[in-house]
């Protein structure tokens, strides 16, 4: 089975732990953006990867081709 990251993207931190908790066990891999980690802060970022496998995504800007 493939492994899919979900993106944790709403706009409360309480919104995004209760997906987590929804999830359970069977979710293991979680993308953080910018907005999330300006938000929470990194303690938060830091204590989520004690639990869960995490994607920091931190981009400012996307590569566009024109």
Request: glycine letters at 4%; aromatic letters at 8%.
């Amino acid at each position: 089975m493939k492994n899919t990251i979900v993106a944790l993207d709403m706009s409360t931190l309480r919104d995004n732990l209760m997906l987590i908790e929804k999830l359970g066990r069977m979710q293991n891999h979680y993308k953080l953006g910018l907005n999330f980690t300006t938000q929470n802060g990194m303690d938060v970022v830091k204590t989520l990867a004690q639990y869960k496998r995490i994607f920091l995504d931190l981009k400012l800007y996307d590569i566009v081709r024109s």
